[in-house]
């Protein structure tokens, strides 16, 4: 049996991602959302600029304590939506994910055990 891993498509995997990590840490700078994700700054920033030209995401400037301007990303009522809609399908690939390993690992435990117990195909079945 093959493993045909269901990944959601690596853009929308990227998406989900920035949108959840930015709703429960909206003051991050794009660098430490960067960081945090293993992504270029660049990419980081494309990604970002993409969620608010979409309207999932705003910007709010606010003076940090040391008195210099930051931003905080906040999701938008659309944002929150599509947040919600990529859980749900992050959650069923995964949900699928788990059941073809599941199988894959019984699969293996059948084989191992049948190897053990000598039942299996012969040399001269070939």
């Known amino acids: 049996m093959t493993l045909r891993f269901l990944t959601v498509p690596v853009i929308e995997d990227k998406k989900y991602r920035i949108l959840k990590l930015l709703e ?3 003051y991050l700078s794009q660098r430490e959302v960067s960081d945090l994700m293993g992504l270029s700054l ?3 920033n494309y990604v970002i600029n993409a969620l608010i030209e979409k309207g999932l995401l705003k910007i709010k400037n606010f003076r940090n304590n040391k008195n210099k301007i930051a931003y905080a990303y ?3 009522p659309q944002g929150l939506e599509e947040k919600a809609r990529l859980t749900l399908e992050f959650f069923e690939v995964k949900k ?4 073809e390993l599941k199988n894959e690992v019984e699969n293996i435990r ?3 055990q049948n190897f053990e117990t000598g039942i299996g ?4 079945d070939f």
């Open 24 to 26: 429960e840490n909206p």
């Open 42 to 44: 660049g990419k980081t």
């Open 74 to 76: 906040l999701l938008t």
């Open 96 to 99: 699928r994910e788990y059941e």
């Open 110 to 112: 059948k084989n191992k």
């Open 121 to 124: 195909p012969h040399e001269t």
